[in-house]
């Protein structure tokens, strides 16, 4: 499956509730947000049905978001159905871990090959001064009993001026001392975002190489992304870059995302899209899908334009947690 530009396209991000139970300020307001009403969320069936057209058509890598998805009943089923699905390779889960240490055996057992916790501090205090809640206990154990688990773990972490800049550095202590990869993400200016400064990747690299030594860039690929990984001199996981304002990578963009409201979004940066829930809801065949998915990958853009956002017609004025990520 490729779209207008002949990029591949075998990676599927869906999100399966806009409902979260922290209050990160880069991503979500403290008040919270208008939440979508119940009806018209898309239900886990025509979540599968949606994935399960498209794998027929190539994907192969699915990540489950949010909000945070493990607030959405039965999300464990949901992942169960898509393991069976044939041809799929990974199926990966983005969270913030407060709810992932109880549930990542079962979560394991269901199909998930990967976990991407987001933790932006290894300090309680500047956790709950992010985020809004006393919660960074769950999240390390949860960190804990999913390496127990043996199953592929990774950190993100977004740098903000004046909210976690300080300790960035320290946080990757946690890949020195254990098989994880750390992630510093740059901060979109999506929603949220853009009341907030954040950190380009060459910045951080270089505070990091002045701590650990010099870093070797990698040439081991790690998941369906576009993160630029390092090796620092005795860690046991790796470092990672993810670089959308300081490096655009979208000539090798592999990706589409499911809203929970059900748009196949085709980019990040912008508010269009196919809006599949009338189709599913409206007695399209699997066929009828199929060719209108095919259609809109053809209008995936060629690249995004964080640095006009704000000015540019059609560009996603919802906050990062109403979007999946």
């Known amino acids: 499956m490729t779209d207008g530009f002949g990029r591949t396209i075998d990676y599927l991000r869906i999100s399966v509730t806009d409902k979260c139970n922290l209050r990160c300020r880069y991503c979500m307001p403290r008040e919270g947000i208008a939440l979508i009403p119940h009806r018209e969320l898309l239900t886990l069936e025509e979540v599968y ?107 993100n972490c977004v740098p903000c001026r004046g909210l976690n800049d300080t300790e960035l550095t320290e946080l990757a202590s946690l890949a020195k001392e254990r098989p994880v990869d750390i992630r510093y993400i740059e901060l979109m200016p999506v929603g949220c975002g853009r009341d907030f400064e954040g950190i380009p990747s060459h910045e951080i690299l270089a505070g990091l190489e002045a701590c650990y030594g010099k870093a070797q860039l990698s040439e081991e690929k790690r998941g369906n992304g576009p993160a630029r990984y390092y090796d620092f001199p005795g860690f046991c996981g790796k470092v990672g870059f993810i670089s959308p304002i300081s490096h655009k990578f979208c000539g090798e963009c592999n990706r589409v995302r499911l809203t929970a409201e059900g748009r196949l979004k085709l980019c990040l940066h912008y508010d269009r899209g196919l809006e599949l829930k009338p189709l599913l809801r409206g007695g399209a065949t699997d066929g009828d899908i199929r060719h209108e998915v095919e259609e809109a990958l053809q209008k995936k853009p060629k690249e995004h334009d964080f640095e006009h956002i704000g000015e540019r017609e059609g560009s996603e004025k919802r906050k990062m947690v109403q979007i999946g990520g």
Do not use: W, Y
């Open 49 to 155: 049905r949606v994935v399960r057209i498209m794998a027929g058509m190539g994907i192969c890598k699915v990540r489950i978001t949010g909000g945070e998805p493990l607030v959405r009943k039965n999300v464990t089923k949901l992942i169960k159905d898509i393991h069976g699905l044939p041809g799929m390779e990974e199926i990966a889960m983005t969270t913030n871990g407060v709810l992932l240490g109880e549930q990542v055996e079962e979560l394991k057992a269901a199909g998930l090959t990967g976990v991407n916790i987001s933790l932006d501090t290894l300090h309680p205090q500047t956790f709950e001064r992010i985020t809004g809640f006393d919660r960074h206990g769950q999240v390390m154990e949860a960190v804990e009993k999913v390496l127990e688990q043996g199953m592929k773990l990774k950190i």
